[in-house]
């Protein structure tokens, strides 16, 4: 069972790292970064790693989205703000 | 079969037909939609941890399942707070 | 079953890459990079995995031989906060671009000069 | 390099990787095999001492100089990005007067879980960095989770009360003081698990409320239109 689990969970882990590169958005990308944040903590507890899943968690459901999205606020703010100099907008 | 062997069968049936269908509903639509399956995510994986916990006979696990409760919850609501103005 | 968990870091591996190398937006390209970096904890993992053994963590059960490697899971959770932190500073790099030439996209940063 | 050539270029040198990683892969031994060198080399040592967490032992006593080089690129990067980002700042202080802070626009239900939430992540990171020593977790998870705590009041509230609670000068001196710490207990004790899970969870956190503190200011600081 525990073979079958690491499969499927591997899978899920695969999938979602493709679905977070295909995502071309930034915004909704950070969405589908942190469900695969979430694939990667249940296949590291499948492996038996409990510290990992607990590390990956923290740093990858709060962390990681909260900068990005931050970013992105930031980078959308000063280009809607400051309209480009060279009049590229 | 003892109660504890039917855990690791659960987490399978539960990670192939409730958290892989929430991830679904992240790639898809707009933002809204994608929260609402991460929101709904959340608490799916966390029970698989508390299965695979039990599955395994490790109680210590149980600290990964909790702080996968909390934060997962934390983080949704950071998208959250900035949906409509950002995403 | 035997070698297909390595392939799948390799998998996750090349779409990370392909990601950054066909980004439009440099904010997408930093998370591809963290996706790409993301394989190196899988590859490690599954090569300290062991069949039928635990988590080299004694607090619930006696000490026992027959656990996975700690070694591997030690260097993942270094590499893990260090992933994150580099992934903070290119944000913060991107957010500096944004300012400086009023766009995100790879393609128009083609010149240096400010 | 145009788009059309920059991708055949990657399809040229991913396929390449592809071969020789599967060819790589291949010659490894099997998954969940019982062949593990460094593990059977380091865990009779730890069963001897009686370690209940062999993972944080590692890091904090067989690793312990790859912590420290840890802990400083993590120092070094918080330290890069709070001053890639401060100049900018500088800019927009010279460009106009008052500044003020995005707007709060909270609907309640956020604003009542936040509150809600903050005090037990609060608790829970400092459980994770107090029993790292014990159970799974440790200083790098529950420092992680203490510096994104703080930032639930802003989830909860408005900016201005994340400021309050966050006076950013203890937070630069608590990090380069665990810097400090951890610095010495590397070189000089190395092996004291419970002391450096302390630095580390420290100076985790520190590094994480500094770097976000600076992403924050750049995404709400915004100029008052007089």
Redesign the interface.
């Known amino acids: 069972m525990a073979d079958a689990l690491i499969v499927a969970a591997l899978v899920l882990t695969a999938f979602m790292a493709t679905a977070v590169v295909l995502t071309r958005d930034p915004a909704r990308q950070a969405i589908v970064l942190s469900g695969y944040g979430l694939a990667l903590a249940i296949l590291f507890l499948l492996l038996q790693a409990p510290d990992v899943a607990m590390s990956q968690t923290a740093v990858g459901t709060v962390v990681v989205p909260l900068i990005v999205i931050l970013a992105i606020h930031a980078i959308r703010r000063h280009h809607t703000r400051e309209p480009d100099r060279r009049g590229r907008e | 079969m003892s109660p504890l062997g039917v855990a690791l069968p659960a987490a399978f049936a539960l990670l192939v037909a409730g958290v892989f269908p929430c991830f679904l509903a992240t790639l898809r639509g707009e933002p809204v939609d994608r929260l609402s399956g991460l929101i709904l995510a959340g608490p799916a994986a966390t029970l698989v941890l508390l299965l695979l916990a039990a599955g395994f006979g490790r109680p210590a696990y149980l600290d990964a399942a909790f702080l996968v409760a909390l934060l997962s919850f934390a983080g949704s609501l950071v998208f959250a707070r900035f949906l409509g103005k950002t995403i | 079953m035997s070698h297909l968990p390595y392939l799948v870091a390799g998998w996750i591996l090349l779409a990370g890459i392909y990601g950054l190398v066909t980004s439009r937006n440099l904010v997408h390209a930093v998370v591809c990079l963290s996706v790409a970096q993301s394989a190196t904890y899988v590859l490690l993992l599954t090569i300290g995995y062991r069949k039928k053994a635990t988590a080299p963590v004694f607090s619930d059960i006696k000490p026992t031989r027959n656990v996975v490697d700690p070694v591997v899971q030690a260097m993942t959770l270094t590499d893990i906060v260090v992933g994150a932190t580099v992934t903070a500073l290119l944000l913060a790099l991107t957010v500096q671009v944004a300012k400086r030439r009023g766009t995100v996209d790879p393609d128009e940063l083609r010149s240096l000069e400010p | 390099m145009s ?1 059309r050539v ?2 055949l270029v ?1 399809l040229l040198s ?1 396929a390449g ?2 071969v020789l ?2 060819l790589a ?2 010659r ?7 062949w ?1 060198p ?2 059977e080399r ?3 040592n ?2 001897r001492r ?7 032992s ?2 904090f006593d ?2 312990a100089f ?2 420290l080089g ?1 802990e400083l ?2 120092m070094a ?2 330290l ?2 709070v001053v ?2 401060r ?2 700042r500088a800019e927009q202080e010279d460009a106009a007067g008052a500044h003020a802070y995005g707007p709060a626009e ?1 609907s309640d239900a ?1 604003r009542i ?2 509150y809600l ?1 903050l005090p ?2 609060m608790v ?1 990171g400092v459980y ?1 960095v107090a029993h790292g020593y ?5 200083g ?2 529950g420092g ?2 203490l ?3 703080i ?2 009041i ?3 509230g408005d900016y201005p009360a994340l400021a309050r609670i966050r006076p950013i000068p203890m937070f630069e001196s608590g990090e380069a003081v665990a810097a400090g710490v951890f610095v010495l207990l590397a070189l000089a004790f190395a092996g004291q698990v419970k002391a450096m899970n302390a630095a580390v969870g420290l100076e ?1 956190g520190c ?2 409320v500094l ?2 503190a ?3 200011e ?3 600081l ?2 008052k239109d007089a």
């Open positions: 788009r920059r991708l990657f991913g990787v592809a990683f599967t892969a291949v490894l031994p099997d998954f969940g095999g019982t593990h460094y593990g380091t865990l009779p730890a069963i009686h370690t209940p967490n062999v993972i944080s590692i890091n067989q690793r790859d912590t840890e690129i993590l990067a918080a890069a990005a890639i980002l100049t900018v909270v956020l879980t936040g939430l037990v992540i829970t994770v014990i159970s799974p977790g440790g790098f998870q992680v989770v510096g994104s705590a930032h639930l802003y989830l909860a985790v590094a994480l770097v976000l600076k992403f924050f750049q995404a709400l915004v100029r």
